[in-house]
């Protein structure tokens, strides 16, 4: 039996109660005098849904401060599109602690990153969406990430 315990799943595989879920969270810390009964009402859940779920769902951008995030990217074989993701991550301000390219297959090179969020690294959301419309990134999956507690 697998033993995964956390997963890394796009915000359009979200069913709406989660998403909802980390709304109410936003609306809790923006404003310290909103109750929770406020919160759930304006955006439309029930205080037991919100409670039954609040610790399990938590922005990707949470946490930035010393984690490390493993990225899979598929490029197509041409030149200067690693250094282009590699310069987009460098503009959120990420530190790179591995990189690793194969050999292109079919005109495809596929690419491992690992790299380290600081606390001044960017939105890691943004980051990711970025490198996904890069002209030649034809895919990108988070392999994992890791908080360095």
Avoid: C, W
Avoid at 57 to 86: C, M, N, S, W, Y
């Amino acid at each position: 039996m697998d033993k995964t315990k956390y997963f890394v799943v796009k915000k359009k595989a979200l069913p709406e109660v989660l998403l909802k879920v980390v709304e109410v969270k936003r609306l809790l810390s923006a404003d310290e005098n909103m109750s929770v009964q406020e919160a759930t009402e304006q955006v439309g859940i029930s205080r037991s849904s919100f409670y039954k779920y609040k610790d399990d769902i938590l922005p990707f951008h949470e946490h930035e401060k010393g984690q490390t995030i493993t990225l899979l990217v598929q490029a197509d074989d041409r030149p200067g599109i690693l250094a282009d993701v590699l310069q987009t991550i460098a503009k959120y301000g990420a530190n790179i602690l591995t990189i690793h390219q194969s050999i292109p297959i079919n005109g495809l090179a596929t690419l491992s990153l690992s790299m380290e969020v600081l606390s001044t690294t960017g939105n890691l959301s943004d980051m990711i969406e970025e490198l996904e419309e890069h002209q030649g990134v034809q895919y990108l999956k988070i392999l994992g990430r890791e908080l360095t507690l």
